[in-house]
């Protein structure tokens, strides 16, 4: 592995700063053209999450009834569907898939 001098180091350096100021300018650019201000509020509170739609539609049922149906072999009845704001599917997701990667060290 080739050793790196203090130099050439320090040309990289300014590099990756005049690569970070230029990036800055342009975001800076962006956000001005979609009506936001160059810097972000001090106490700047999460987005809320997204409201579930009203209610479900009849492809959704039928979908539902269906996979159901499947899974248990039989025809089953739908007493209550309710719709649940919740991210813990989706993280779960993200944990099975991050844990099934080889760490190599």
């Known amino acids: 592995m080739p050793t790196a001098t203090e130099t050439d180091l320090h040309g990289t350096l300014e590099q990756l700063q ?6 800055t300018q342009r975001l800076a650019e962006v956000e001005k053209q979609a009506g936001k201000s160059a810097t972000p ?4 509170q999460p ?4 409201p579930p739609p ?7 049922l039928l979908a539902i009834s269906a996979a159901i149906g499947a899974y248990l072999g039989v025809r089953a009845h739908i007493r209550q569907i309710r719709l649940l704001s919740s991210s813990a599917w989706s993280q779960q ?4 898939i991050q844990a099934s990667h080889s760490l190599q060290g």
């Open 93 to 96: 997701g993200r944990v099975s």
């Open 54 to 60: 009203a209610g479900i539609t009849e492809e959704e």
């Open 47 to 50: 987005a809320p999450a997204e």
């Open 18 to 23: 005049a690569q970070i100021a230029e990036l």
């Open 41 to 44: 509020p001090a106490t700047t």
